[in-house]
């Protein structure tokens, strides 16, 4: 039997955005994201006898020890409950790498959340002696959402549902694919990452959803992320470039408006994210191409179009990361989801 489990999995950038959540991990409003192609996650769990003082689970990123993530995993080991047991006769050894730098403007807690919960379902089965069943990526949808909600969308490509709505074949506890075929326009999707600041960020996103919960604003909230829902799924079907140029950049100022307007308010836009989005939406006055901004929890801008249109907007990004992003970008596009990698390696 294998003792060890090696995946990687992708990070996600929400078009529909969760913020606000209830009970264990469960989301307010349903969302649908875009999984990433080359911001991944890789993560190794090696299976150890047990320790002396029991199990023991060391974590390692870029060889580092991180006592800090422990903890975290230390959470979601004891959410699974009876569901994981092969760890509490062993001690892990868990060693991850990104493949995008750090405070890049990028959801490490997704990618390795979801790339973790493989690990650890994919040896709960050899551990049980039974065969991966057809369910396994849903289930380790729903493994992943424990230790961080938006990674329960990151065990799929493409684009990704999270939430109970029409049309949708997701859950609350699990993510899944949209049950169609999206609109060529949107397939290849580009994502050029331009990173206005790399600190730390301000305010944790369970800060940030705990707000959400005596906010003036979440019950509106609420019902306008599951009309953009609805509607973003039309726009993906129907090929709506324009819709989606225009739900995309409601949804970011939205979410930004909850963070700007709770109780503890707090602003995580930069000066620079603000040029940005100027700058972009200039340029898609002046070209009419169907470029468009998103923003996750933080100041840096995912600048989202067709990638048929790559060669017109190269210029546009060459120019907003010398003149407002430290000179750095990445440009990244839609994946297609998580894969096993060789634990030989
Ligand atoms: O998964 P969490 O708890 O870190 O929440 C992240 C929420 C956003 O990234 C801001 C939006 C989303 O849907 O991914």
């Not at 075929?181 to 600190?199: C, E, P, R, T």
């Not at 307007?261 to 009419?288: C, D, H, W």
Request: with cysteine; charged share 20%.
């Amino acid at each position: 039997m294998s003792l060890v489990s090696f995946w990687q999995a992708p990070s996600n950038i929400a078009i529909v955005k969760y913020w606000g959540k209830y009970g264990i991990q469960l989301p307010c409003n349903s969302s649908i994201s875009l999984s990433l192609e080359a911001a991944c996650t890789q993560t190794k769990v090696e299976v150890l006898p047990l320790s002396g003082k029991g199990t023991e689970v060391h974590f390692y990123l870029d060889g580092e020890r991180k006592e800090s993530f422990e903890t975290k995993i230390w959470t979601l080991l004891h959410l699974l409950g009876d569901d994981c047991r092969f760890w509490k006769e062993h001690s892990l050894r868990i060693s991850s790498s990104n493949t995008f730098p750090h405070s890049a403007g990028i959801a490490s807690s997704a990618s390795g959340m979801a790339a973790l919960a493989l690990c650890l379902l994919d040896l709960e089965f050899k551990f049980r002696e039974q065969e991966r069943p057809l369910n396994f990526f849903q289930i380790a949808s729903s493994w992943a959402r424990l230790g961080s909600g938006s990674a329960c969308r990151s065990l799929f490509g493409g684009f990704v549902s999270w939430g109970k709505a029409e049309g949708l074949n997701s859950s609350l506890e699990e993510g899944a694919p949209l049950p169609f075929q999206v609109h060529s326009v949107f397939k290849g999707m580009k994502d050029a990452i331009l990173l206005v600041d790399q600190a730390e960020k301000k305010v944790s996103s369970t800060i940030g959803h705990g707000l959400m919960v005596d906010h003036w604003f979440s019950e509106r909230r609420f019902l306008q992320a599951e009309a953009h829902t609805q509607r973003l799924l039309s726009i993906l079907k129907e090929g709506d470039a324009e819709g989606f140029v225009e739900l995309t950049e409601a949804e970011a100022l939205s979410l930004h408006a909850m963070m700007m307007t709770s109780a503890s308010n707090y602003l995580l836009m930069r000066p620079n994210t603000i040029a940005v989005i100027e700058e972009i939406r200039a340029f898609r006055k002046q070209t009419g191409l169907p470029v468009c901004f998103t923003l996750d929890a933080g100041p840096n801008i995912h600048l989202l179009y067709p990638a048929t249109i790559e060669n017109r907007v190269k210029t546009l990004i060459d120019n907003l990361t010398q003149d407002f992003c430290l000179g750095k970008n990445l440009i990244d596009s839609m994946g297609t989801g998580p894969v096993e990698l060789n634990s030989k390696e």
